[in-house]
């Protein structure tokens, strides 16, 4: 929950190649504060059946920018696999990008919660609402 001196961050994943939430997808998340600073870890969590991430970490006070990175060829490499079962001549070359770490600027007082559309061979990212 964002206060008047720091911001909040939420997020979920859509695989866009099958329209369904990506569930099990680990997310880290990490916030400075300046474009010169360090980045600090916070903490992560992973997606939930429904592609939501609901317990990610607060951001403390100062935090100017945030990244997200979401560890996606794991969950590639179990689509893989559950395809692989159902239609044994399915080849896929698995993730594309095997991990998509998005940065933005944050302010206090907002929050921003930052949706990732997902495919094998390809993202997308938006401040949602």
């Known amino acids: 929950m964002s206060t008047d001196t720091t911001a909040s961050v939420s997020t ?7 329209g369904r939430p990506a569930a ?3 997310v880290m998340l990490a916030a400075r504060s300046g474009g010169d600073a360090p980045w600090v870890t916070l903490g992560g969590s992973a997606t939930d059946a429904d592609g939501r991430c609901k317990d990610l970490p607060a951001l403390p ?15 590639f490499f179990n689509k ?13 070359s698995g993730a594309f990008f095997p991990e998509v770490a998005i940065t933005f600027a944050v302010v206090p007082g907002e929050h921003y919660h930052v949706p990732l559309l997902l495919n094998p061979f390809g993202y997308s990212v ?3 609402s």
Do not use: K, N
């Open 12 to 18: 979920h994943i859509l695989d866009t190649s099958i």
């Open 24 to 26: 099990a997808v680990a």
């Open 80 to 92: 893989q696999a559950e395809a692989q079962q159902d239609a044994p001549r399915v080849r896929d």
């Open 61 to 75: 006070e100062g935090t100017t920018h945030v990244r997200l990175d979401f560890e996606t060829e794991a969950y």
């Open 126 to 128: 938006y401040r949602g």
